[in-house]
């Protein structure tokens, strides 16, 4: 049995098609899923079409928000967080997370889950953690934007300055403190 030239072209044309789709998974699956712009408290970084900058970090046992106050048995960790749109695109880091060096990962305590400002404008708001105490040295701040399909990225990865060295003096301030965190805000850039 033979088949007729033009099947057996159709043939080998889908059978390298296949290949060729096979070989670019796997060659996507091996590679880093993102690009990680690493940085410090108070350091402007450049991500995306613009800059995102972690501008302070406090610690307190209770949080206030729509006029009462809410305690925790662990620490609240309160991120400033400022970002400028200074490209052509709406700059949006929506996914934030906070981790341990060994894994553990922290969600948003309120509804704000990052910062998202259109091109010409600057916004500002605090991201709220609840931590365990006994945890609180090098954690790291990372924001990413929300995607539905799943594709590389840059991400940020700031360290908020507690190491093991100075998280008992971070621990002690936080005690008996209250904080407020705001609401994101905007401006236009100049």
Do not use: C
């Not at 305590?109 to 404008?121: A, K, V």
């Not at 700031?158 to 301030?173: E, F, P, Y």
């Amino acid at each position: 049995m033979t088949l007729p030239r033009s099947r057996l072209i159709a043939l080998l044309a889908t059978l390298l098609l296949l290949a060729i789709a096979v070989v670019t998974v796997r060659l996507s699956e091996a590679g880093p899923k993102a690009d990680y712009v690493r940085g410090s408290v108070g350091t402007p970084l450049a991500v995306r079409d613009g800059t995102v900058e972690v501008t302070g970090v406090k610690v307190a046992t209770g949080l206030e928000r729509f006029g009462k106050i809410e305690p925790t048995d662990g620490l609240f960790v309160l991120v400033g967080l400022e970002g400028a749109a200074t490209g052509q695109s709406r700059l949006s880091l929506q996914d934030a997370k906070l981790s341990t060096p060994d894994g553990l990962i922290y969600d948003n305590f309120t509804l704000t889950t990052g910062i998202s400002t259109e091109p010409g404008f600057g916004s500002a708001t605090d991201l709220v953690f609840e931590v365990d105490p006994k945890r609180l040295a090098d954690l790291t701040l990372e924001l990413g934007a929300l995607e539905v399909v799943s594709g590389y990225q840059q991400r940020v990865q700031v360290h908020l300055g507690i190491t093991v060295a100075n998280a008992d003096q971070w621990r002690a301030a936080g005690q008996g403190q209250t904080l407020e965190p705001i609401d994101e805000t905007s401006w236009g850039l100049p």
